[in-house]
T-cell receptor, first 115, second 109 residues
Framework: NAGVTQTPKFRILKIGQSMTLQCTQD?????MYWYRQDPGMGLKLIYY???????DKGEVPNGYNVSRSTTEDFPLRLELAAPSQTSVYFC??????????????FGPGTRLTVL | QKEVEQDPGPLSVPEGAIVSLNCTYS??????FMWYRQYSRKGPELLMY????GNKEDGRFTAQVDKSSKYISLFIRDSQPSDSATYLC?????????FGTGTSLTVIP
């Protein structure tokens, strides 16, 4: 059981370039999330998905897009990279059950620098 | 006003000390209160959670929630160098999590 995996671990982009951050989970979780973590700012939710084919915006969605074609995968797309998108990106997944805590399991993160 | 406020520290204590980490919040709709631990260059991992006012103990860790004051705390007894990490509080309402900024803790041997 690999849990939540993210690729790449590190990436440097030039302004205006595009890229996709990959996230895969093998726990059959239906909820998946993308966060960004900036120094002194905590984790901010970018997008989340409650199941295949369903996505919704979080707190900071501008400049990003997501898709969820399978239960396992939840890629995050940056179309026109900007320096403000320099951050550490974390993917998480969870399996909500009625009456119980929805524990999120996090991936190891992708460190992105936009120059 | 931020939904969740957390003192970023950094906090440095000698081994064996009792550590107190705190968060305040403004949203009365929060249902769950959680503490995550994040080691350097790793993703956060859930340490403890609670959903009611009062204390919850797990080994050397105690989570405390005071809903009337909108205040939560994490206490670490007999702190160890392996406890050196960033501790994030998080609060949940509906499908969304709201995280504090994290407190960086270093336990000196």
């Amino acid at each position: 059981n690999a849990g939540v995996t993210q690729t790449p671990k590190f990436r440097i982009l030039k302004i205006g370039q595009s890229m996709t951050l990959q996230c895969t989970q093998d726990m059959n979780h239906n909820y998946m999330y993308w966060y960004r973590q900036d120094p002194g700012m905590g984790l901010k939710l970018i997008y989340y998905s409650v199941g295949a084919g369903i996505t919704d915006k979080g707190e900071v969605p501008n400049g990003y897009n997501v898709s969820r074609s399978t239960t396992e995968d939840f890629p995050l797309r940056l179309e026109l990279a900007a320096p403000s998108q320099t951050s550490v990106y974390f993917c998480a997944s969870s399996l909500p059950t009625s009456g119980n805590l929805d524990e999120q399991f996090f991936g190891p993160g992708t460190r992105l620098t936009v120059l | 006003q931020k939904e969740v406020e957390q003192d970023p520290g950094p906090l440095s204590v000698p081994e064996g000390a009792i550590v107190s980490l705190n968060c305040t919040y403004s949203n009365s709709a929060f249902q769950y209160f959680m503490w995550y631990r994040q080691y350097s260059r790793k993703g956060p991992e859930l340490l403890m959670y609670t959903y009611s006012s009062g204390n919850k103990e797990d080994g050397r860790f105690t989570a405390q929630v005071d809903k009337s004051s909108k205040y939560i705390s994490l206490f670490i007894r007999d702190s160890q160098p392996s406890d050196s990490a960033t501790y994030l509080c998080a609060m949940v309402t509906g499908n969304q999590f709201y995280f504090g900024t994290g407190t960086s803790l270093t336990v000196i041997p």
